[in-house]
């Protein structure tokens, strides 16, 4: 790739819905783009518009033509019989095979455990040529990127430089936005005690001038005029206040604001004291044509998290099952675990999810109480704040929606055990900060496979079991 590759003025559109207007950059001879942004905002398409697998909705590509692109997309439909991880080494070894100027990867960590994970980032750091690379894996994106797009309510927003550097960029314009909203809202109330204070003198002026009156010896109700004066002004202030309110929150949306959760758990971490609450002791489990699991001795205590480690195909879901009991998963040796009822189960699918029902009927039947405003209060605190999210069936949310309800589910009726599997695969970046929001605030047992080192560590992931 000798020359620059030019995307001119590009929009996008789906079903009536604009995802990308205008957009127009260079990519270079070694460039290492990462495009980030929320799942559903279009980033697989543009990886496809720059390689002409599909054409704008105006715009164009130029100098693609003499360039060998490889392209290695998130959903890999072909090897059915391998992993997800075999699925993935297979059809970028396809790719590479062609000696392309320019490497277009979707979600390439999606399924790798660590081990792969490395050699993936070793080979992104020394490819001779431009990438493009759609990921939500910090530990990627801290350590082989030196170009950020990211992509948000129909824009792209375009950063020079490395991950860290662009998160603090957006911290520290984010912590000056929010610092102005908190002298907004000082002003308004000295407004508002203006505005009382007023209020107050003209009552008195206005008793005043009616013993006044009543003495026949003052005709003007000037209470009345110092009321009215006092009003109009007030509610001139407070409209300007309310037009600097909605500026500031447009620049904090612009910026990439992130509401924080703050979730209320059922379950109170010294409801199980320092009970054990998984005891497995010399525990082999598998099917009936093969054993996967052997000689197996762990224990968990309440609030103690854990987490799984091993390479693809060592049996890290395959213990998952066998905790809860699966009935196709035969076991041997002691397993001391707790019942159904007392074990919460979230996976990247959201599994746990009756997509029929609606986020206020998914609580409603879980939560300790049938009042209305406790429940929307509840569903509040998960962001679900607007009639139309909370009575939407499931089936219809988004993925970080579902998400969402999901942690909400666990919150409202938490378990003394909790397993996590892979829930970071195929979400974005402002959806796993709600879990970690969540999950770091857990106040009971649990174990999580992960291969994203990062997240382990936001959740405050304090020992590991690796299986081999």
Not at 319 to 336: H, M, R, V
Not at 340 to 354: C, E, M
Not at 412 to 430: F, H, R, S, V, Y
Request: glycine letters at 8%.
């Amino acid at each position: 790739m000798n020359k620059p590759i030019f995307i001119d003025n590009i929009s996008l559109s789906f079903s009536n819905k604009i995802y990308l207007s205008n957009f127009s950059a260079a990519i270079y001879p070694n460039d290492r783009i990462a495009l980030i942004g929320q799942n559903g905002s279009g980033k697989s398409s543009l990886l496809k518009i720059i390689k002409g697998e599909i054409s704008p909705l105006q715009g164009e590509v130029k100098g693609g033509e003499s360039i060998t692109f490889g392209y290695v997309p998130q959903l890999i439909k072909e090897y059915a019989d391998l992993s997800g991880g075999e699925k993935f080494n297979k059809s970028l070894s396809a790719a590479l095979s062609l000696h392309p100027d320019i490497l277009l990867l979707d979600e390439p960590t999606n399924h790798l455990d660590q081990r792969n994970k490395k050699s993936l980032m070793n080979m992104i750091k020394n490819f001779k040529g431009a990438e493009i690379i759609v990921s939500h894996d910090e530990e990627l994106l801290r350590n082989c990127i030196n170009i950020i797009w990211h992509i948000d309510n129909g824009g792209i927003k375009i950063f020079r430089g490395e991950y860290n550097d662009y998160i603090n960029d957006i911290e520290n314009r984010r912590h000056s936005v929010e610092e102005e909203l908190r002298i907004l809202k000082k002003d308004k109330k000295e407004v508002h005690k203006s505005l009382m204070k007023e209020q107050k003198r003209a009552k008195h002026s206005k008793e005043r001038g009616e013993k006044l009156v009543s003495q026949k010896r003052w005709l003007p109700a000037l209470g009345d005029l110092k009321k009215s004066y006092a009003s109009k002004s007030a509610g001139k202030k407070n409209t300007g206040i309310a037009e600097r309110r909605n500026e500031i929150n447009d620049r904090l949306s612009n910026i990439g604001f992130r509401e924080i959760i703050k979730p209320k758990f059922s379950l109170k971490a010294g409801d199980c004291g320092n009970k054990t609450i998984v005891s497995i002791s010399s525990g082999f489990a598998g099917y009936t044509d093969e054993m996967i699991l052997e000689n197996i001795n762990l224990s968990l205590q309440s609030g103690e998290r854990l987490s799984i480690i091993g390479d693809n195909g060592k049996g890290k879901t395959t213990l998952f099952k066998a905790i809860l009991n699966y009935p196709q998963i035969k076991k041997s040796g002691l397993w001391d675990i707790p019942k159904a009822q007392d074990i919460g189960y979230l996976d990247q699918n959201y599994s746990d999810l009756d997509d029929s029902k609606t986020p206020f009927e998914t609580i409603s039947e879980i939560i300790d109480t049938t009042n209305y405003d406790e429940i929307r209060n509840f569903l509040n605190d998960f962001l679900f704040r607007k009639n139309e999210e909370v009575n939407k069936p499931i089936g219809f949310l988004s993925g970080g929606e579902r998400a969402r309800i999901s942690l909400a589910k666990i919150a409202a009726k938490t378990p003394k055990l909790l397993l996590i599997d892979e829930i970071t695969n195929n979400i974005d970046l402002q959806t796993k900060k709600h879990c970690q929001d969540v999950l770091s605030k857990y106040p009971g047992a649990m174990m999580i496979i992960s291969h994203d080192f990062t997240f382990l560590e936001n959740i405050g992931i304090n020992n590991k079991f690796e299986l081999f």
